[in-house]
């Protein structure tokens, strides 16, 4: 079937603490004849948000019931999720250590360190590790990810050594190269490390030139050099060491845990049902929180209540087609660590 096709807002949330109390819940939305959505919060705060300048979703709206990919909301992760990590998963000691159980977390593969600690499915990795390098709380130009100055070549020479001879870090670290690898990897059928990518993120890496990166970079674009470094990052995963894991881990974990849980929802506008939804992650994967009809005053109850229905619907496929592409890689991933 066709790949969904669905644009949403990310709000982009502050990182100056982790909130401690819970984040307000939606007590009215309404679609505004000034084509704004109007919200207001159980705290009394109020939103406006011009519908034009949010994303919209396309028509004909299919699912990808395939084994392949992932469809991705950049969306505000759920306090229980949270606060799962935080109480469970983490001792924090100071703002910047994390100190987790090393007993029971792989540093074999950046994937098993990572799912030990945030759990849930692989959306919750994409969501983490694409936010903790969106607020650079994830650098991949540190140290700790430049690979060591040598002259010493592998004999016989290997392939890997041969792919990855100029790589000044140990990932892919400027766009020739990184679409070099690519290229490869495609030709090859070796692409199982961005298995469940979201499709848009690969074809902005693929789009976008080192220059054009730059310019990214310095126009302060931080969320679309975030999803072009998260497939870099993962075309550069099986050549990371245990240092790189562990660090990357630790960085993610520290992200999420200092993620200040916004109070300013994340809506996308469903252009098919008339509807704006706003919606965030759970544990369990996405969940909507308030849904609200541009049409809602002038159509029957019924035809509002089949339209909640279909969308309901369309979530929970959403969420079961990540868990089957969650339960490949997973299965991938303990293939290669034994």
Known sequence: MKRISLSLLFVIVAITGYSQTLQP??????????????????????????????????????????????????????????DYIKNKKIVEQGIDTIKTDSLKVSYKTLWSATHANLGGGYIHFVN?????????????????????????RPKP??????????????????????????????KENDLRDLQGVPTRFIELFLETSQSDYEKLISNRK?????????????????????????????????????????????????DDYNAAVAMSLNSKGYQIDYIVYSDGETVSGADLAGRTSM????????????????????????????
């Open 25 to 82: 819940t939606i007590s009215a939305m309404k679609w505004g004849a000034d084509y704004k959505l109007h919200v207001k919060l159980a705290n009394d705060s109020a939103y406006v948000m011009d519908v034009k300048g949010l994303y919209h979703t396309g028509k004909n709206l299919f699912i990808d019931t395939t084994d392949k990919s992932t469809t991705y909301y950049p969306v505000t992760l759920d306090k229980e999720f949270i």
């Open 128 to 152: 983490c590790l694409v936010y903790s390098l969106e607020s650079q709380q994830l650098r991949l130009t540190d140290p700790i990810f430049k690979r060591p100055v040598t002259e010493w």
């Open 157 to 186: 020479m290997t392939e890997s050594y041969k792919r990855t001879r100029k790589w000044e870090f140990y990932y892919p670290s400027n766009q020739k190269l990184a679409q070099k690898e690519y290229k490869l990897r495609l």
């Open 222 to 270: 931080f969320q679309l050099v975030a999803q072009i470094d998260l497939v870099r990052l993962l075309l550069g995963a099986k050549y990371l060491g245990e240092d790189q894991i562990r660090n990357i881990s630790s960085r993610v974990l520290s992200a999420v845990v200092k993620y200040n849980v916004n109070t300013m929802p994340s809506v996308i506008i469903f």
């Open 311 to 338: 969308i309901e619907g369309l979530i929970k496929n959403i969420n079961e087609a990540n868990e089957r592409v969650f339960r490949k890689r997973l299965q991938i991933y303990y293939q290669k660590v034994k």
